[in-house]
C-alpha cells in the first residue's frame, strides 16, 4: 500500500520532501530500500539536516552505524547494512537497542534485519526513473 509518491528532479526538491518524512508521524523508524547509487544517503543528509545535526553525514558503510547529534543533544542513528552478512552481526552491534532507544533510526539496505523491526516503521523505496528519481513511502 503506497502511503505517498514522490518524484525527485533535482536536490532542491529532497530538501522539501525529507521535511513532510519527517511530519508523518511520531515513528522514528524509517527503513530505506533503493539500488546503489539511487541517493538513499543524500536522502538521510536532508533527513539530519532538518533534525539540527551538528555532526558530518556519511555512508556508514564500513562502520555499519553512525550517531550522530543534533543541537539539542539528541542522538540519531544512521545504519547501512549492505555488508551485513547475517542476523547475528546486527545482534552484536545491538541494533535491538538502537530502534528501541526511541531515537530517529536511518537504515539503508534494511532487508536482511526487517524481522528486528517494528510493524510501524517507515517503508521508504527509491528508484531510479528515465529522467527523475522516484520515492514512494509504503507504510
Known sequence: MIKQRYNITSLENLSDIALQLLSLTDNRIFAFYGTMGV?????IKYLCKHLKVIDSISSPTFSIVNEYINMDGDKIFH?????????????????????NSGNYCFIEWPDLIESFLPKNHHIIKMKNTNYSRELSVLK
Not at 541517493?39 to 536522502?43: D, H, I, P
Not at 547501512?80 to 552478512?85: A, T, V
Not at 545482534?91 to 530502534?99: A, L, P
Request: net charge negative.
Open 39 to 43: 541517493g538513499k544517503t543524500t536522502l
Open 79 to 99: 545504519f547501512d547494512f549492505y555488508r551485513l552478512q547475517n542476523l547475528d552481526e546486527a545482534d552484536k552491534i545491538g541494533f535491538e537497542t538502537y530502534i
